[in-house]
């Protein structure tokens, strides 16, 4: 079977997650999926596939040959539910000319807004109606990882041992709450959840969120002279004492920043939710340092307790663990270029689940899809890029070296 046939089937399994919901998985429609792909896995030949109680999926494929390393895949079953996930009426557009694909909803899917279409002309591509998401991120790293699964099983090639899992409520960023890393059995592992086909990304932000609290004084705006203090205007005044120039909309690459999320308040409380992202972890020290050093600011100038700052860290830069472990990295370089495509790096924007098993002790960097315009009605994919991610798997776990 090819990538693409399994994936048009996971496709139509609604598994949008849902932060609001404390459930784990958060949505019923997960476990749905899950159950699918555990009977698929047993069917083929994989003997301990299972789902646990948290709707994690595990399975193995025990190693043929001796002096291989136990790799694990991983990719999620969720969704966002930014955009509806089902209904879904999928076209397959033969031969993309590389032109505007208009799709039913009467929505364009165009190159001069989407560039990287460029780099599907002449494979198919698989679109969607206009309407919904394809859930290419990361249904497409789920059936890629399967049908490498099932290449492996029926090559006869010597490997080592095979560890398969995927986790729920990524998009929540709960996708590795409850990810059993002893029972996982990997040594390392790479999670398939990336976008550009030839990508590797193992460098991610260091992150943390920040809640300040501020209080004011209210007193009758009629006789508020010297006594009144605006907690509202704490709020804003704290925000300027951040540099306006580093924010997300204004940075990119390896440029950090502060991002207020949200503020409310009025005169006697008000309250700021930001978030903190850089690569570099001392600049990423330094940063909580200014919010903090913001807070005392305020202090001096109203009163002790005007601003209180709350900081807590969310994620790190798994950078830091991939140092330790090159081999990891090679290995995905060597599997790309034994399937004539030439790897590059990125830095990840953001976090990803990849990171968080780094620090939980499972070294984890971010293969392809070959997927484009996640979280969206314009998320494609091609079939041909689709079939290029399972032959890297397949080159990646019947490497003999890590060289
Ligand atoms: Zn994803």
Redesign the pocket.
């Known amino acids: 079977m090819r990538a693409h046939e399994r994936f048009l089937r996971y496709i139509q399994f609604d598994t949008a997650s849902n932060e609001a919901r404390g459930t784990c998985p958060s949505t019923p429609g997960q476990l749905v999926l899950g159950r699918t792909l555990v009977r698929e896995m047993l069917d083929m030949g994989i003997h301990d596939a299972r789902m646990d109680e948290f709707g994690y999926v595990y399975g193995s494929i025990p190693a043929t040959a001796e002096g291989f390393p136990a790799i694990g895949l991983i990719?999620?079953m969720d969704t966002v539910d930014d955009v509806p996930a089902v209904p879904i009426h999928v076209r397959i557009v033969e031969n993309y000319d590389g032109k505007m694909v208009r799709l039913e909803s009467g929505d364009q899917l165009d190159p001069a807004d989407f560039p990287e279409l460029a780099r599907r002309t002449g494979k198919d591509l698989i679109v969607t109606d206009g309407n919904a998401l394809l859930g290419a991120?990361?249904k497409a790293?789920i059936a890629e990882i399967l049908t490498a699964c099932e290449r492996l099983l029926a090559s006869g090639a010597p490997h080592g041992k095979v560890c398969v899992g995927f986790t729920p409520d990524?998009?929540i960023g709960r996708g590795t709450d409850h990810f059993d890393v002893a029972g996982f059995g990997a040594d390392f592992a790479y999670?398939v959840?990336?976008d550009e086909v030839g990508s590797i990304e193992y460098e991610n932000f260091n992150a943390a969120s920040a809640v300040v609290e501020f209080h004011g004084r209210s007193v009758h705006p009629g006789s508020a002279k010297g006594k009144l203090i605006n907690a509202a205007l704490l709020a804003m005044e704290f925000d300027s004492l951040l540099p306006a120039a580093e924010r997300p909309e204004h940075t990119d690459g390896y440029e950090g920043f502060y991002h207020l999320c949200s503020v409310s308040g009025e005169t006697e409380h008000a309250r700021s939710l930001y978030i903190l992202r850089d690569h570099d972890r001392s600049k990423f020290e330094e940063r909580k340092q200014t919010m903090f050093r913001a807070a005392e600011a305020i202090n001096e100038k109203y009163s002790p307790d005007s601003a209180v700052c709350r900081m807590k860290d969310s994620y790190y830069n798994m950078r830091e663990i991939m140092e330790k472990y090159p081999h990891v990295l090679r290995r995905a370089e060597a599997a790309y270029r034994a399937t004539g495509i030439e790897p590059f790096a990125t830095p990840i924007r953001g976090g990803?689940?990849g990171a968080r098993l780094s620090f939980m002790g499972l070294p984890c960097p971010n293969l392809a899809?070959g997927g484009m315009n996640?979280h969206g009605r314009f998320e494609c994919i091609a079939v041909q890029d689709m079939d290029a991610m399972t032959e890297v798997l397949y080159h990646l776990l019947t490497s003999r070296s890590d060289a």
């Open positions: 990719a999620h991120d990361d790293g990524e998009e999670t959840d990336g990803t689940d899809t996640a």
